[in-house]
């Protein structure tokens, strides 16, 4: 089992920034990625970036590279996202979520078996 908490949601202009962070507690040792996914209303939940929590390789969406960054932080057990350049259609409820599948696809929803409660993050135009 592994619980994971999402902070660093909010509202922000059209060009800003924000830093999303995900903790992860619990089975730990067993995590192959971490990832972000988001939904906006009405529509499919989407893979944004992810991380390889051995090799540390990353992945993105294309909307995302670029001015998205996946990091994560060893000794607290947490990846962050960092966003900027920020626009109107990045709108949406963030999710950070756990895959222990080893060779599973970053981006698949599918691959991952624990996600987070979502943080909201509103960019205004």
């Known amino acids: 089992q592994v619980v994971l908490v999402e902070s660093g949601g909010g509202l922000v202009q059209a060009g800003g920034s924000l830093t999303l962070s995900c903790a992860a507690s619990g089975r730990t040792f067993n995590i192959n990625y971490m990832g972000w996914f988001r939904q906006a209303p009405g529509k499919e939940r989407e893979f944004v970036a992810a991380?390889?929590?051995?090799?540390?390789?990353?992945y993105y969406a294309d909307s995302a590279k670029g001015r998205f960054a996946i990091s994560r932080d060893n000794a607290k057990n947490t990846v962050l996202l960092r966003m900027s350049s920020l626009k109107p259609e990045d709108t949406a409820v963030y999710y950070c979520a756990v895959s222990m599948v080893a060779g599973g696809i970053a981006s698949n929803v599918n691959t991952y078996a624990y996600w987070g409660q979502g943080t909201q993050v509103t960019v205004s135009s």
């Open positions: 991380i390889n929590w051995i090799s540390r390789s990353t």
